[in-house]
């Protein structure tokens, strides 16, 4: 299963676009990257997946480039209740389920 | 709302003892994982069942075990509980194989003390 590497902590502020970048160098064929936003006392909840190029929805983009061992997360115009623990991960979305490995994620605060 | 509900909410057991946690997947999924949530850490990967048989296990001791019904609901049994046990368990259920959107979808989770 492939490791992922993201920053731990980010900064922004309301209204600001914020992109947050992650590692994934030993990504296979059949991996998709994932991304999840977890609250404090929640379960964390699917915000995006994409395979290769540009994914877009209506609360975020994700960009993979040709190589795919990397990818990055675009929050638009994020507000206050985008603070949260951000994460990446990467797996085989069809051999017998997605099993789906977390990092320790990317903490995000979005200041007034 | 993700359909997928645990029980209970929270839970406080001596150490020693053993814990039974269960899920109610979301209709129509086949896999449920579940996780161990240390506080300030990301989840950690327990085990997987998908139709009913064990696909996957992170790296947790035998006491964690679990069980997938033909319901797919599912349980996450833990004996002998220690200290470091208490967390957050988080299940996951999922449709596995049938196409490229096979987010999991989680449950608020099960808080558990161990005292």
């Known amino acids: 299963l492939a490791k992922t590497t993201q920053p731990i902590s980010m900064d922004s502020y309301e209204g600001q676009e914020v992109n947050i970048t992650c590692s994934h160098n030993?990504?296979?064929?059949?991996?998709?990257i994932t991304w999840y936003q977890q609250f404090p006392s929640q379960g964390p909840r699917f915000i995006i997946q994409g395979y290769k190029t540009k994914v877009t929805n209506e609360v975020a983009s994700l960009f993979i480039p040709a190589d795919r061992k990397s990818s990055t997360l675009s929050l638009p115009r994020v507000s206050l209740s985008d603070t949260a623990v951000y994460y990446c991960?990467?797996?085989?979305?069809?051999?017998?389920?997605?099993?789906?490995?977390f990092g320790a994620g990317t903490r995000l605060f979005v200041k007034a | 709302e993700t359909g997928v509900t645990q029980s209970p909410t929270h839970l406080i057991k001596t150490r020693g003892q053993q814990v039974t946690l269960r899920c109610s997947s979301q209709?129509?999924?086949?896999?449920v994982s579940w996780y161990q949530q240390a506080l300030g850490q990301g989840p950690q990967f327990i085990f997987q069942?998908?139709?009913?048989?064990?696909?996957g296990r992170g790296n947790f001791p035998p006491r964690f075990s679990g069980l997938q019904f033909p319901n797919y609901s599912s349980e996450l049994n833990v004996n002998a509980l220690e200290l470091d046990d208490s967390a957050l368990y988080l299940c996951?259920?999922?449709?596995?194989?049938?196409?490229?959107?096979?987010?999991?979808?989680f449950g608020q989770g099960t808080r558990l003390t161990v005292v």
């Open positions: 069942y998908y139709r009913e048989e064990e696909n």
């Open positions: 209709s129509g999924h086949n896999t």
């Open positions: 030993n990504i296979a064929t059949n991996d998709y």
């Open positions: 996951a259920s999922s449709l596995a194989g049938t196409s490229s959107n096979t987010e999991a979808f």
């Open positions: 991960l990467v797996g085989d979305a069809h051999t017998g389920g997605f099993k789906t490995i």
